[in-house]
């Protein structure tokens, strides 16, 4: 009997399983996955406990609960101005659903769907799940800019959407308005819908700005935007997550959300809510926390050896190795081996966001997560810089 279906037949395990599974064998300091190793703020793990005491234990309606739908649009017009009715807001089991249903409700099998190179391990499985397409077009380091030249020609007759993560997983780009400009054009000269990530909206580095495209003229009615709580309130396990667009865009995601979980866990859709009112100081001590870590994080890995790629956004930090591994490690995936067994530090092998062709392009990077307790920090820095001396 042939068991497994051609749909999934070429996906491997992730990477994400591997490396943690293979840092908790060597009892490695673990910078691999973005998981905070701390905990969400306790205004909204109280929230979470208060909501289960209020008997909010039963299905949430299939598009979300009111209180967290308005909580959404509420926080897009305070920090970006856009202007949506709750009733555009869809809530999802964390953007990874969100992206899966906007896949499965906006596009049909053969569409083409544009996707920037080095791109979240998710976007592409479901793609192939949903028979459409992938086009790549590449992020070139090291700032991570792409050719609008090679933009352009990505898009043809058959292109459906353009997903665009911004803060960007695993570079830490943030796409400059010029550069959302160049993508609303094409995506109106193309009627082309853009699908947004934007998880790490609120992990921000030096002066950086978060724009959101649907606020870009002429976008708003062709522009869903996905985020989720996981990354700005460090409760990436909780998986809620939400779309918001044009009443046509949303319910078209709905169509498939409503078959594939119906609705999602509602105390935590009550605790959201509060976590989305919090006041600005929480976000922007978030901001300055993830600063002192991320330049923290940044000096270690130079002192270690790395040569590093300055991260405007999210979780991560993008560093070359060459002058650090012996001469038997020869890319990325040996790497992120070696130095788990060897050093005792886990970071993720970077070719897992590039297709097959295309690894070679990310062979000498290694990626590490800026989001843990300054002990975790600390301990790495301790076998990192070993490392340096005994090098020496
Ligand atoms: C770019 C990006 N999108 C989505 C996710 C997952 O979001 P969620 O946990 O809300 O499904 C992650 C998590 O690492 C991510 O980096």
């Not at 205004?43 to 979470?48: D, I, M, S, Y």
């Not at 933009?151 to 308005?177: D, E, Q, V």
Request: aromatic letters at 10%; a negative charge.
């Amino acid at each position: 009997m042939r068991i497994r279906a051609q749909r999934v037949a070429a996906f491997g395990t992730t990477i994400f399983a591997e490396i943690n599974q293979l840092a908790r064998q060597h009892g490695a300091v673990n910078l691999g996955q973005g998981a905070p190793d701390f905990d969400a703020p306790l205004p909204v793990l109280e929230a979470a406990i208060q909501a289960v005491r209020s008997q909010l234990n039963q299905y949430a309606p299939n598009i979300g609960l009111p209180q967290a739908r308005e909580a959404i649009a509420e926080h897009a017009e305070r920090f970006y101005g856009q202007r949506v009715s709750p009733e555009q807001v869809l809530i999802t089991a964390g953007a990874t659903e969100a992206m899966f249903a906007a896949i499965l409700g906006l596009s049909d099998p053969e569409d083409e769907i544009i996707v920037f190179q080095p791109v979240y391990d998710s976007y592409v499985p479901n793609m192939r799940m949903a028979g459409v397409r992938p086009r790549y077009v590449n992020l070139y380091a090291p700032d991570w800019s792409f050719d609008p030249d090679e933009l352009a020609a990505a898009f043809t007759p058959r292109t459906k959407a353009i997903i665009i993560n911004t803060p960007h997983n695993p570079t830490g780009k943030c796409y400059l308005r010029r550069e959302l400009e160049i993508i609303a054009e094409l995506c109106l000269r193309h009627d082309v819908i853009a699908i947004t990530d934007e998880v790490y909206e609120h992990i921000l580095y030096d002066q950086t700005q978060h724009t959101r495209l649907a606020t870009l003229d002429g976008m708003a009615e062709r522009t869903l935007t996905i985020s989720s709580l996981g990354k700005t309130f460090s409760a990436t396990g909780w998986k809620v997550g939400w779309a918001i667009g044009a009443p046509e865009l949303v319910e078209s995601v709905n169509r498939a959300h409503q078959f594939i979980t119906y609705s999602v866990a509602t105390p935590l859709q009550a605790a959201a809510a509060t976590a989305l009112k919090l006041p600005d100081a929480y976000f922007e001590a978030l901001r300055a926390e993830f600063q002192r870590k991320r330049d923290w994080l940044l000096g270690m890995l130079r002192k270690a050896g790395f040569r590093t790629f300055v991260p405007q956004g999210g979780y991560f930090i993008m560093a070359d190795w060459r002058d650090v591994a012996p001469a038997h490690v020869q890319n990325d995936v040996q790497f992120a081996e070696w130095l788990i067994r060897e050093v005792g530090v886990a970071c993720i092998p970077p070719s897992a966001f590039y297709r097959a062709e295309d690894k070679h392009c990310a062979a000498h990077l290694a990626r590490f997560a800026i989001c843990k307790r300054d002990e975790t920090l600390q301990a790495a820095a301790e076998r990192l810089t070993a490392l340096r001396t005994n090098s020496n």
